[in-house]
């Protein structure tokens, strides 16, 4: 496994452990649900900068917008925490859900400019992030343990379609792997010629062999008559007369 796969799945391990502490251990002592929410987007916002800082592939600045948006929802629930916590909350996260929908929808259609696979999965990915992340904005509005628990439970679910990403990659290169290691195609289409000059070759030595003298048929007729002999006229015997 690459060392950015590595990294990704560590992230989601963080991610998903958060979540169930905020799940086992609702509010976390914390009297208003907005400080724990800046405080989990400040944690997510500098995990996505680390996750940046490792990757570093061209052309792709996902975890940096990631980290951006994080940074964004979590300067904005501090910012309006003398309005309602509750609707507060539910609107810095919607914001935050928004933005980073968005930079999915890029790195979808990076993928599938350049005919991955992953396009599929960031689709299926993409689509549960914002059934789970509207369900969860939804129930926001009630006491602090219910907050807490249902942000548990989206940063649970996150994580878990997060995880999805590198581990398709990995089992994909691993595939790959496997397939370079059997006999190429052009292995089997040396043998064919092969065995297609071995027979033309059988064929030339067989047309070069001289052919054996093929016996003629029996004559059941013969067309041809024997021609009669000639025979000698014999000259007619002159009678003799003998006078007495």
Known sequence: MKKNQIAELISCLLIFILGCALM???????DDMNY???IVMT???????ALYMVVRRKDDYEYLFIALASVIAASAGVTFQHETPQMVLSLSLIGWISMVAI??????????????????VRTITFVLFLIIGTLTCVNLYYNIEIQSLMLGFFLMVTAILESFDPIVAYLL?????????????MVKENGVKEIKEETIIKIEKEVKKPSKPKSSPAKTKTSTKKAPAKTAKKAPA???????
């Open 238 to 244: 002159k009678k003799t007369t003998t006078k007495k």
């Open 36 to 38: 724990l929410f800046f």
């Open 103 to 120: 930079i999915k929808l890029i790195k979808m259609d990076y993928y599938h400019d350049r005919n991955n696979i992953l396009w599929f």
């Open 43 to 49: 944690f997510y916002g500098l995990l996505s900068y």
């Open 173 to 185: 290169s691993k595939r790959i792997r496997k397939v370079k290691k059997l006999e190429p195609v």
């Open 24 to 30: 086992l251990f609702p509010g976390l002592g914390f």
